[in-house]
C-alpha cells in the first residue's frame, strides 16, 4: 500500500507489467518469443550476470533467462567491473553492502530490485557484466555481440527518465525515488492515442543517445520508464493504467482472423524487435534506414562511432555478401558511397571521409540510395520497386589495405567474389538471355522484368566475414579542377549546394559537408574525382532526390544546349566527389552530380591516389 507521502501516482503498479508479460508470452507468439538463444550461444558460451537474488555477479550459460538494461550513463562517475575486483563482486550481498553497494549509480541499483520485484533472477547490465578492461580484442568481441544480449534477453528495461545514471527508475518502490507526474491519466483516454509509437520515449535522453539505440533496436520487448511506465512488443504498445484488454494497437491494423492479433507491428518505425525484422535477402534499405536513425544520436566520445553501432553492423553483416567496411555494405559500395548529409557536419578524425562514420551529422541515404536501387523504403506494388530511377555504371576502381580483423585477407575476395556485386545482378535485367542463378526466376513484366527465388536466404547465424579495417582506399578515377560559382544556403545547420562551372559553363553542384567549409567561395578551386556513372531511365522516380531536382533544374535553366536535347528529363550524369588533400592522401569535402556532355568535354585525367 503506498504510503501518506506516497500517492497511487509516485507509486508503481508492477504487477500490471506481471500481466503484460503474461499475455504476452502466452499470445504473440515467435515474434515476441523467440529468444534468439542459439545466434547468442554461438558468439558467446557464457555471461556474466547480476543474481538479484544473491546481490552477486555470476557466470552462466548465455542461454539463461535474463533481464537486461538499457540506461544512459551520462557526465557522472560509473562503478565498472574489472579483472581487479570482479572476485569481490562476486561473493554473496556485494552489490547490496558496504563500499561498493555506495557506489553503484541509483538506475542500476532500482533495476536490481525492480528485476526481484516481477520474479526474474538475473539482470545484464553493462558496466557489471562485461569486465571494462578485458583488452581491446575482447572487448571488441563483447561490443559485436551486444545485439544478440539484446535480442535474447527476456525483457529491456529502458530507464529512460532523467539525464543519467544517478537518476533512478523512480517510482517502483523499495531504494527508489518517488515520481511526480504531471497530470492524472485518465481511465477513459481515448485508446488510439496509445497504442503505437507515442509509448516510446523520443523526447528523452536515452531517446538520443548512440550507445542505447542498438540496445534498444534489438530489444524483442521494452519496458520503458520516463514519466510514465509502458511497455511495447512486437504486437502490442501498453501504457500504464491501460487495461491488457484494450487493443494495445491500432485500428487500421490488418488483423489475423484466428488470433485478433496484428499482421504487422503497431508501432512501425520504433527502433525495436529487429531480429524478428531482418530480411531473407540483402536489404539495402533496411540498412540505410538503421544508419539514418543512428547518425541522429550523439556520442559522448565521437570515436565511439563504430564501437556504438558494432552489435547491428555485425548481426546485418551477415545479410550482405562480403560484410561491412566501415559502415558501407561491400556488395553494394558503389551505391552507399553516395551518402549526403542531413545536417552541416564535422570530420570524426580516424575515420574514414568516404563513410558516414567518418562525420559528426545526420545522415541521408535512403533517397540518397533510391535512384540506384528500387524499393530501397518503399513497397508501392508498382514497378517502381523493381526498376531502378538510374541505373549505375562503375567508374572508380578501388584495392583495399589488406589487414583484416582476423589477419591477412586475400584482396581477390573483395574485388571477383563480393565487392559491387549488385552489378552482376543488375546485368541479368538487361540480358534476357542470361542464366539466373539457381533458384532464381524471371518473371516479365512491360516496365522491366522483376525476379523471385525459392531460396531461403540468408542464416544470420553464421559470423559475417572479416573486412578491411583500414581507413585509406587506393582509388584509380578520372580527376579534374573546375571552379565553385553560386552556392545555394538550405537553412540553418544544414549544408549548403555549391554550383560547379568550367569555362563559365555550368556543369552541375555539390552538397558540401561542412556548411562554412573555408574552400567554399564563389570563384574558388574544386577539385572532383568520378565516382560512377548513371543514367536517369525514370525522370518521375528522380524527384526523390532534391540535388538531382536542383541540378537538372539549374541546367536546364542556364544551359541552353541541355535544355534543348532533353527527351522527357532522361539524361546521364556523374557522380562526384569534392575532395582535399592532406599529404598525399584525399578526403571528402562533398559529393554531388555533374552532367555527363559537359564533364567529357574537360578531358580530365585517370590517375591513382589513397582515399582516407
Known sequence: MPTELETPFELIDLSQVLTWRRICRDTHGHCCNDRYS???????????????NTNSLVTKPSSTPFVALSYVWGNVPVFKATKSNFKALQKPNALARGEIAGMLPATIRDAIYLVKALGERYLWVDCLCIIQDLGTAKMDGMLRGMARIYASAEFTIAAAGGPDANYGIRGIGGPSVP???????????????????????????????GWCFQESLFSRRLLIFDDKMSWMCGRCAWRERHTPSQRGY???????????LSLERPHLGVPMGMMSLIPRFPSLGRWGMLIQNFSSRSLTFEDDVERAFAGATEIMSSAFPGGMMHGLPIFYFDI???????????????????SWTGWNASIDTLTQWYPFFAGVYRDTGHF?????????????I????????????????????HFNGFYNYQAYRKDPNAI??????????????????SAKGIDISIPPNPTPSSTILTCTAPRATVQIDTITELGVSRPSYAELVSSNKLIGAVVVNIADDVGLATGAPCELIVLSEAEVVLPDSMEESALADFVYGELERRDREFAESRDERKWDYYNVMWIEWGGDVAYRKGLGMVNKRAWDAIGAETSTFKLG
Open 384 to 396: 517502381h520497386d523493381w526498376v531502378a530511377a538510374s541505373p549505375l555504371k562503375p567508374v572508380a
Open 436 to 453: 539466373l542463378p539457381a533458384t532464381w526466376k524471371r518473371n516479365r513484366h512491360r516496365k522491366g522484368d522483376f525476379f523471385t527465388t
Open 38 to 52: 542459439e545466434y547468442l550461444s554461438l558468439h558467446m558460451k557464457e555471461l556474466n550476470f547480476v543474481d538479484v
Open 336 to 354: 552507399s558511397l553516395l551518402w549526403q548529409p542531413l545536417s552541416s557536419g564535422t570530420r570524426r578524425r580516424g575515420h574514414p571521409s568516404w
Open 179 to 209: 515520481r511526480t507526474l504531471p497530470e492524472q491519466v485518465s481511465d477513459d483516454d481515448d485508446d488510439d492515442d496509445y497504442m503505437d509509437s507515442g509509448s516510446y520515449p523520443w523526447d528523452s535522453t536515452w531517446a538520443s543517445r
Open 250 to 260: 491500432a485500428a487500421d491494423v490488418l488483423l489475423d482472423e484466428e488470433t485478433g
Open 398 to 417: 578501388y584495392q583495399f589495405h589488406n589487414q583484416g580483423f582476423l589477419g591477412i585477407w586475400p584482396k581477390s575476395k573483395y574485388n571477383t567474389e
